[in-house]
């Protein structure tokens, strides 16, 4: 297949970062990987009319929250597993310290962990969230009010379940 010129670099170049912010839109390594592979699919399909006027890497990001969206629209309800996985061999992962405010923003309904995730890690507006989400302002603005309530509460009382070291 003769890739399109521009596709393998742009590829090298962002990986890491796409990789990133997958995890912290799903939480989990796996589906992270899963998210971009699939994102980058559809860019190669797009390659020849993205490269010449828009952003690649804001294509792709986009692309990234639809698809990661559209999953949770068809399942409804996340599947919990009794172990979560092994993270400590992703070194471009959330630091050691960093792990309880991760593992607290996972637990999160979806909607609400992609909002915030869009509006504090990607610095994006409510309107912009809006539009990548299909959903409309006033519901980014009560997902995010209500995450940040979740997270609050469980960061500041001591919870069992998380490890002292």
């Not at 996340?78 to 992962?93: C, I, Q």
């Amino acid at each position: 297949m003769d890739d399109e010129p521009g596709f393998d670099d742009f590829v090298a170049e962002h990986t890491d970062a796409l990789l990133r912010y997958a995890y912290v839109l799903t939480g989990n390594p796996h589906d992270a990987a899963d998210l971009v592979q699939e994102a980058l699919v559809r860019l190669c399909g797009a390659w020849p009319r993205v490269r010449r006027k828009d952003n690649p890497h804001s294509y792709t990001r986009t692309t990234m929250a639809r698809l990661h969206i559209s999953i949770w629209r068809r399942r409804r309800r996340e599947h919990l597993t009794g172990e979560p996985p092994d993270r400590a061999h992703h070194e471009s992962f959330p630091s050691e310290e960093d792990q309880g405010l991760w593992q607290e923003l996972a637990a999160l309904p979806r909607r609400q962990r992609a909002v915030l995730v869009l509006r504090h890690y990607e610095q994006l507006s409510d309107a912009e969230i809006a539009k990548v989400l299909g959903i409309s302002p006033g519901t980014v603005r009560s997902q995010a009010s209500r995450g940040l309530d979740k997270l609050r509460s469980s960061l500041s009382s001591p919870a069992p379940h998380r490890s002292m070291r």
